[in-house]
C-alpha cells in the first residue's frame, strides 16, 4: 500500500442534480467508496461541499443566491441536512462519521490547528471518518471564493496525509478550458511541476452550484505537493470513480484525471501552518545582499539587510519579504513595523542602543521563515 492516510474532496456540482437538490445516488455511491477503501486499510478524511446546495432545495432556491446572508442562510439549513444524509448511509455500510465545521481563523491560530490535529487524529483512531467542512454560516470570503479546494489541500497538509482526492465535475485538467477550445483538446495525466503554463491553463468558475473552478484546484495543488501530497483531480460522476483512482494513484499508471506529484522537500508541520493557513500583514523590502543570504544561504533575515518597510503590523505577525518586486520569503517577525523601521540598515548589535531595549538579533529567524525564491537569480 503506497498510501495510507486519504483526504477526498467532493463539490457541490458532484453531489447535486441540476435543479440544485441533492443527488442521493450519488452520495450513496461515495459513502460506500469510501467505506470500501476504510475496510481496506486505509483512513479517510472526507472535505465536502454541498451544505448551500443542500440548503438551496430545501428553502426553494432555484439558483444559486447571490447575496451573501442567503447563502448563509442555505448553508444553515443545508449543514444540518447534509450530516445527516451522510450519517445516515455510513451507518448502513457500518461505518461511523463526525462533522468538523472550520474556517480559516481556525487554521491561522496556532492552538485550534494543532487542537484541530488532535481531534481529527482521534477520529480516525476510533474508526471514525471525519466530514469537514467550511462553516458558511458565519464566513463571507470563504463563500464567495470556493475555498473548499484549498480548504481540503490546508487539512490534508494539516493531518499529515499521504494523497488528496478532489472529486470534480470534469476530469481533470486540460490544455485548454474545455468549454471554449477551438482546437484539440488534450487531459493532462501527470505533472510534476506547477509552472505559469500550467497556471494559465486553468479555466474560470465552475457550475452554477459550486464555487469553485479550476483555478482554485490548481492552488490546492501547489499547497499539497509543496506539503509532500501527491493531489489528483478527477471526475466524481462515474460509477466508482475514486476507487478507481486510487487504484490508478497506487500503481503510479497516470491514465486517470490528473495527478500532481508531491515535491521532495516536504515543509515542516510548523512552516506548512505559516506558509499556507496565514495571512501576510505587510512587506519587508531587502537589497540583494540580504536576498541571497535567504534564498541561497538559508540565513536568517538581519536588520542591515533591510531597505524598506511596507504597511503596519505588530511582532509574531507573518509579513512577506520582497527583494526588487519579487516575494522570496514570508516569515514571523520579531520587531514591530515601527521599530524595524528605525533598525533597518544597522549592524544587529546596534539594536538596544537604537530602541533601548533587545529582543532578537534576528529580525526573521529562519525557523520561522519559508523561503520561495530562485537560487538561480542570486
Known sequence: MKYKRIVVKVGSSTLSN????????????????????????????LVSSGAIAAGMGELGYQTK???????????????GLLIGIYNKFFREYGAKCAQILLTSSDLENRNRYLNSFNTLITLLEKDV???????????????K?????????????????????????????YNANPEKAAGELKLINKVTDITDEIEAMAGGKGS???????????????????????????????????????????RNEFNLGTTFLAQPDRLSKRKQWLNFNLHSQGKILVDHGA?????????????????????????GDLVSIYHLKEQIAKGIVNYNSAEIDQIKGLHS??????????????VVHRDNMVVGGDKNEY
Open 18 to 45: 441540476k435543479n440544485a437538490k441533492l443527488n442521493f445516488t450519488k452520495i450513496d455511491s461515495l459513502a460506500r467508496q469510501l467505506v470500501d477503501l476504510k475496510n481496506k486499510g486505509y483512513e479517510v478524511i
Open 65 to 79: 443566491p447571490t447575496a451573501i446572508p442567503e447563502q448563509q442562510a442555505c448553508a444553515a439549513v443545508g449543514q
Open 129 to 143: 471518518i471525519p466530514v469537514i467542512n467550511e462553516n458558511d454560516t458565519i464566513v463571507t470570503n470563504e463563500i
Open 145 to 173: 471564493v470556493g475555498d473548499n479546494d484549498t480548504l481540503a489541500a490546508r487539512v490534508a497538509g494539516l493531518i499529515e496525509a499521504d494523497l488528496l482526492i478532489n472529486l470534480s465535475d470534469v476530469k481533470g485538467l
Open 208 to 250: 452554477f452550484v459550486g464555487t469553485g473552478g479550476m483555478a482554485t484546484k490548481i492552488e490546492a495543488a501547489k499547497i499539497a505537493v509543496n506539503s509532500g501530497i501527491d493531489m489528483v483531480i478527477g471526475s466524481g460522476k462515474e460509477k466508482n470513480s475514486l476507487l478507481k483512482l486510487i487504484k490508478m494513484a497506487e
Open 291 to 315: 536576498a541571497a543570504a535567504l534564498v541561497c544561504r538559508g540565513k536568517s533575515l538581519l536588520p542591515g539587510g533591510i531597505k524598506e518597510i511596507k504597511g503596519k503590523f505588530k511582532s
Open 349 to 362: 548589535d546596534e539594536i538596544e542602543t537604537v530602541l533601548g531595549y533587545f529582543n532578537k538579533s534576528e
